[in-house]
């Protein structure tokens, strides 16, 4: 997960992000950071969402979670 939170932060352009920060708290989370956070997932994750379902994730936790339900295996 501490890479994942690393990726997430480079993404936002901050030094850290916990699992438990709010994504939306951030001033950077806008529509070109969570289209930036889909590739990301695509390209190093294997998982593909759209935008609609970030809509209910409220933490970097909860966008983990999501991750790892929706991973192939």
């Known amino acids: 997960m501490n890479e994942f939170l690393t990726k997430i932060a480079a993404i936002l352009e901050v030094d850290e992000v916990k699992e ?25 994750y294997g998982v593909n969402l759209r935008a609609a379902d970030l809509g209910p994730i409220k933490s970097a936790g909860d966008l983990w979670r999501l991750v790892q339900s929706r991973k192939r295996t």
Do not use: G, R
Not at 32 to 43: E, G, H, K, P, R
């Open 20 to 44: 438990s920060d709010e994504l939306k708290a951030f001033p950077q989370w806008d529509s070109l950071s969570v289209l930036s956070v889909i590739a990301m997932l695509d390209a190093n």
